[in-house]
């Protein structure tokens, strides 16, 4: 499975959008990130063009820029068309309020994700924190099949970014927090130990697995503070947006300091 570093922007006439631009850039590593847009009116296709180019010269990296004029109603069906064609994977804002037609804020977002298969979440307090150690991915499993699904992935971006990987685990507080593990129960930490010795990261394993404990969505993202990319897989949601910004990964977009990798697991 390859890491698709061709990275598509979805974007429109807000500043909400465009705050996964820089972002982007970063994690593509000088490949191309394409600036997405679309109208349903071409004389309004042709003036987004015209103000997406112009920001386009003022960024410092390989962009490209593509508005289409679209029949369809539905913008996530265009951003997914859109990346599949490209054969990029989408790195969107995603805010918890916000124009763009409650565009990029949870529902659109998982609907996307949902469509595409994969994307790339830049949450409102990525920046903020002044970034944390790059080419590192800290990938988030929970002893499932299911959260295994992202391994591929997970791997495929280190190897694009000669990153390491990092592995958390949280368990659910059952005990007073905070706390130590139990030393009779060491099943977690040897579980992350083993998958990153099967995914290749060899000596001093101990000091890339990480289990907590708490609440998931706090603890990842303060954890990832010394990383640079959050990796996780998480099921297909519906409902309502509140409802959706209750996920653990849709929270853990809204409060980690850098871009989450979400991967859309199958049953």
Same mark, same amino acid.
């Given at each position: 499975?390859?890491?698709?570093?061709?990275?598509?922007?979805?974007?429109?006439?807000?500043?909400?959008? /465009?705050?996964?631009?820089?972002?982007?850039?970063?994690?593509?590593?000088?490949?191309?990130?394409?600036?997405?847009?679309?109208?349903? *009116?071409?004389g309004e296709a042709a003036a987004s063009k015209r103000y997406f180019v112009e920001l386009a010269t003022g960024l410092d990296g390989h962009v490209s820029v593509e508005v289409a004029h679209? &029949? &369809?109603?539905?913008?996530?069906?265009?951003?997914?068309?859109?990346?599949?064609?490209? %054969?990029?994977?989408?790195?969107?804002?995603?805010?918890?309020?916000?124009?763009?037609?409650?565009?990029?804020?949870?529902?659109?977002?998982?609907?996307?994700?949902?469509?595409?298969?994969?994307?790339?979440?830049? %949450?409102?307090?990525? %920046?903020?924190?002044?970034?944390?150690?790059?080419?590192?991915?800290?990938? =988030?499993?929970?002893?499932?099949?299911?959260?295994?699904?992202?391994?591929?992935?997970?791997?495929?971006?280190?190897?694009?970014?000669?990153?390491? #990987?990092?592995?958390?685990?949280?368990?659910?507080?059952? !005990?007073?927090?905070?706390?130590?593990?139990?030393?009779? *129960?060491?099943?977690?930490?040897?579980? #992350? =130990?083993? #998958?990153? #010795?099967?995914?290749?990261?060899?000596?001093?394993?101990?000091?890339?697995?990480?289990?907590?404990?708490?609440?998931?969505?706090? /603890?990842?993202?303060?954890?990832?503070?010394?990383?640079?990319?959050?990796?996780?897989? !998480?099921?297909? $949601?519906?409902?309502? &947006?509140?409802?959706?910004?209750?996920?653990?990964?849709?929270?853990?977009? $809204?409060?980690?300091? =850098?871009?989450?990798?979400?991967?859309?697991?199958?049953?």
């Open positions: 499975m390859t890491a698709s570093p061709f990275l598509i922007v979805p974007v429109a006439l807000d500043g909400t959008s /465009e705050r996964a631009i820089q972002p982007a850039l970063e994690l593509a590593r000088g490949r191309e990130v394409r600036l997405f847009s679309w109208s349903y *009116d071409e679209t &029949d &369809d109603p539905n913008p996530v069906g265009v951003i997914a068309r859109a990346a599949k064609e490209a %054969g990029a994977t989408i790195c969107m804002a995603s805010d918890r309020a916000g124009r763009f037609g409650q565009s990029l804020a949870g529902s659109t977002g998982l609907a996307v994700l949902e469509a595409a298969g994969r994307a790339i979440f830049v %949450g409102p307090h990525v %920046g903020a924190s002044g970034g944390g150690e790059h080419r590192s991915v800290l990938v =988030c499993v929970d002893g499932s099949r299911t959260s295994e699904q992202v391994l591929p992935v997970a791997q495929a971006w280190a190897q694009d970014q000669r990153a390491g #990987l990092r592995f958390v685990r949280v368990v659910s507080p059952g !005990t007073p927090y905070p706390i130590d593990p139990p030393v009779d *129960d060491d099943r977690p930490w040897t579980y #992350l =130990c083993g #998958l990153a #010795l099967t995914a290749g990261e060899t000596g001093g394993v101990g000091g890339r697995v990480a289990v907590l404990f708490g609440d998931a969505a706090e /603890e990842i993202a303060n954890h990832a503070r010394n990383v640079s990319l959050v990796a996780m897989a !998480t099921r297909a $949601h519906h409902g309502l &947006d509140l409802a959706l910004r209750r996920s653990t990964a849709m929270r853990v977009v $809204h409060r980690a300091p =850098c871009p989450v990798l979400l991967v859309r697991a199958e049953p």
